[in-house]
Nanobody, 123 residues
């Protein structure tokens, strides 16, 4: 069992930056592919980025390529999402998720989810 807790969300102006963190409990964090998803009001949850268990493989949604960077520290059981050049359309609740297996963009294939952290980008 893995429990995930996101932090670092907030209100930022367009063009600004935020760094999200997702802290995991459990001894097997280093075995998990970790992903970030986001959900805007009235919309479905969408894939943002994912990273393999050892950080050797990452995959980004086109909408965030070049602006967002995912990283992980297995010693701290934490995955990070550095978000730069934020846009109003990035406004959403951001969720981290974990799964055993390869990187995937499909949310239903992730077994563990955090409760989310709100990111609001003002224009």
């Amino acid at each position: 069992q893995v429990q995930l807790v996101e932090s670092g969300g907030g209100l930022v102006q367009a063009g600004g930056s935020l760094r999200l963190s997702c802290a995991a409990s459990g001894r097997t964090f280093s075995s998990y592919t970790m992903g970030w998803f986001r959900q805007a009001p009235g919309k479905e949850r969408k894939f943002v980025v994912a990273i393999s268990w050892n950080g050797g493989s990452t995959y980004y949604a086109d909408s965030v390529k070049g602006r967002f960077t995912i990283s992980r520290d297995n010693a701290k059981s934490t995955v990070y999402l550095q978000m730069n050049s934020l846009k109003p359309e990035d406004t959403a609740v951001y969720y981290c998720a974990g799964r055993l297996g390869v990187v995937t963009t499909t949310p239903t294939l992730y077994d563990y989810w955090g409760h989310g952290t709100q990111v609001t980008v003002s224009s």
